[in-house]
């Protein structure tokens, strides 16, 4: 594929510049704790892991669906874009791609496909090595893309790539909240706290979400959260919060083999019930992390724009 130059990306950039512009005040309401854009905030929540395989993908899709199915509006970006999968996982068939709107072939609208109970999936591309390479600006452009959409979501999900590269932390530090995927694996344990270790210390990123996938039991789950809790707390300046486990559950694989998401498939299923309770959870979330200075999805409509009145 012939190399996409950062004028792509600047172009978006001068787009929302310009729209930013015509919006104007109109939209603006006040509040007790200050002068605000009057649609209600997006919480963006980051999923990522480390290590490949763990479960990021089947955390993501089904914990937007199960928000989605609780009568949330749910965006779900998939954000591995080099080697994207969500639209296999649920029988979509993409017409564009991100790759599409980083180059100024379509707008954000154009892209979004929707899943089963309204569940909006932003796909990427698969087998494209430069969308894996993209550089920071393309990143950064492909963020603010979504300030364009005349609709932020009340949920918006990023499933990340494996590992640690600029993409996974450009992503995660975009978030309000940053879930970790891990497994009872030695290199899963390893790999988050690379991971947690890269985005504390370089990222700003402090509080993590530790969703323990594949287990066999709640003490199997609860106790590889101790693991990584504990080696974390010794060595870095971040906090860890249990969200919680989803079983080893067959009937999340017979629903994947049916281009489907468990919850939708199986909603009686133990995996499914687990992610009912994980989007407990999510809904609790309180939108309490400051985004003042950061790169941030719908950055229109985020806590960052607010200013206290006189
Ligand atoms: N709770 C579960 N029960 C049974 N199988 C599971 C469970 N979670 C994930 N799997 C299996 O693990 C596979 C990998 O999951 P998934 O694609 O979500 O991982 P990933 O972390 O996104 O991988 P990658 O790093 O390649 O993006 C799934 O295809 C499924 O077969
Ligand atoms: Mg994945």
Same mark, same amino acid.
């Given at each position: 594929?012939?190399?996409?130059?950062?004028?792509?990306?600047?172009? &978006?950039?001068?787009?929302?510049?310009?729209?930013?512009?015509?919006?104007?005040?109109? =939209?603006?309401?006040?509040?007790? !704790?200050?002068?605000? =854009?009057?649609?209600?905030?997006?919480?963006?929540?980051?999923?990522?892991?480390?290590?490949?395989?763990?479960?990021?993908? /089947?955390?993501?899709? =089904?914990?937007?669906?199960?928000?989605?199915?609780?009568?949330?509006?749910?965006?779900?970006?998939?954000?591995?874009?080099?080697?994207a999968?969500?639209?296999?996982?649920?029988?979509?068939?993409? +017409?564009?791609?991100?790759?599409?709107?980083?180059? #100024?072939? /379509?707008?954000?609208?154009?892209? &979004?496909?929707?899943?089963?109970?309204?569940?909006?999936?932003?796909?990427?591309?698969?087998?494209?090595?430069?969308?894996?390479?993209?550089?920071? $600006?393309?990143?950064?452009?492909?963020?603010?893309?979504?300030?364009?959409? @005349?609709?932020?979501?009340d949920?918006?999900?990023?499933?990340?790539?494996?590992?640690?590269?600029?993409? +996974?932390?450009?992503?995660?530090?975009?978030?309000?909240?940053?879930?970790?995927?891990? /497994?009872?694996?030695?290199?899963?344990?390893?790999?988050?706290?690379?991971?947690?270790? +890269?985005?504390?210390?370089? /990222?700003?990123?402090?509080?993590f979400? $530790? $969703?323990?996938?594949?287990?066999?039991?709640?003490?199997?789950?609860?106790?590889?959260?101790?693991?990584?809790?504990?080696?974390?707390?010794?060595?870095?300046?971040?906090?860890l919060?249990?969200? #919680?486990?989803? @079983?080893?559950?067959?009937?999340?694989?017979?629903?994947?083999?049916?281009?489907?998401?468990?919850?939708?498939?199986?909603?009686?299923?133990?995996?499914?019930?687990?992610?009912? =309770?994980?989007?407990?959870?999510?809904?609790?979330?309180? !939108?309490?992390?400051?985004?003042?200075?950061?790169?941030?999805?719908f950055?229109?409509?985020?806590?960052?724009d607010m200013?206290? @009145?006189?």
């Open positions: 594929m012939q190399s996409m130059d950062q004028a792509a990306g600047l172009k &978006i950039m001068m787009r929302q510049a310009m729209s930013a512009n015509m919006a104007g005040t109109e =939209n603006q309401g006040v509040t007790s !704790t200050g002068v605000f =854009n009057s649609r209600s905030r997006t919480r963006v929540i980051a999923v990522a892991g480390g290590k490949g395989g763990v479960g990021k993908t /089947c955390v993501s899709v =089904n914990l937007g669906m199960t928000l989605s199915m609780a009568g949330h509006d749910v965006m779900l970006l998939d954000a591995d874009l080099g080697l999968n969500i639209d296999v996982l649920l029988g979509l068939q993409p +017409v564009y791609n991100v790759s599409h709107l980083l180059e #100024g072939k /379509c707008q954000l609208e154009d892209l &979004i496909l929707k899943a089963p109970h309204g569940l909006k999936i932003v796909p990427a591309t698969s087998g494209t090595r430069r969308m894996a390479q993209l550089s920071s $600006v393309e990143h950064a452009s492909l963020i603010r893309a979504f300030d364009e959409y @005349p609709q932020p979501p949920f918006m999900i990023i499933d990340t790539a494996a590992g640690i590269s600029d993409s +996974v932390t450009q992503f995660a530090a975009a978030a309000d909240e940053v879930i970790v995927v891990v /497994c009872d694996e030695p290199a899963s344990l390893t790999d988050a706290y690379a991971l947690i270790k +890269v985005l504390s210390r370089e /990222c700003d990123v402090q509080r979400q $530790v $969703v323990a996938n594949m287990v066999r039991s709640a003490e199997e789950g609860r106790g590889l959260f101790e693991k990584l809790s504990r080696v974390t707390q010794r060595f870095l300046d971040a906090t919060v249990y969200m #919680g486990m989803v @079983p080893h559950d067959e009937h999340l694989r017979q629903a994947i083999r049916r281009q489907k998401a468990v919850v939708d498939a199986s909603p009686g299923a133990r995996a499914s019930l687990a992610f009912k =309770n994980l989007a407990k959870a999510a809904d609790k979330w309180e !939108t309490s992390v400051s985004r003042q200075g950061r790169i941030g999805f950055a229109q409509n985020t806590l960052s200013e206290t @009145p006189a």
